[in-house]
Nanobody, 125 residues
Framework: QVQLVESGGGLVQAGGSLRLSCAASGRTFSTLAMGWFRQAPGKEREFVAAISWTGGSLNYADSVKGRFTISRDNAKKTVYLQMNSLKPEDTAVYYC??????????????????WGQGTQVTVSS
């Protein structure tokens, strides 16, 4: 089992930055690929970014490329999402997820085995 706890969400003005963190426990973190997804009100959950176990494989949604950066610290069992140049359309609940196929960096939410509870990000215009 893997437990995931997100933090770092909040309210920010357009153009601002936030860094989300997701702390993992319960399984060797370095054997997991990790992803970030988001869900806005009335919309389906969508892929944001993903990272393989070593960080050697990265994957980003087109909507966040050049603005968001995913990274991980295996010693701290934490994955991060640095979000810059935030836009109102980035407003959503952000979820981290863990994939036990550690070499992947998939955008497919059905391939992720464990999910956090989410953290709210609100970007005001």
């Amino acid at each position: 089992q893997v437990q995931l706890v997100e933090s770092g969400g909040g309210l920010v003005q357009a153009g601002g930055s936030l860094r989300l963190s997701c702390a993992a426990s319960g399984r060797t973190f370095s054997t997991l690929a990790m992803g970030w997804f988001r869900q806005a009100p009335g919309k389906e959950r969508e892929f944001v970014a993903a990272i393989s176990w070593t960080g050697g494989s990265l994957n980003y949604a087109d909507s966040v490329k050049g603005r968001f950066t995913i990274s991980r610290d295996n010693a701290k069992k934490t994955v991060y999402l640095q979000m810059n140049s935030l836009k109102p359309e980035d407003t959503a609940v952000y979820y981290c997820a863990a994939d036990t196929i550690y070499s992947r960096s998939s955008s497919n939410p059905t391939l992720y085995d464990y999910w956090g509870q989410g953290t709210q990000v609100t970007v005001s215009s």
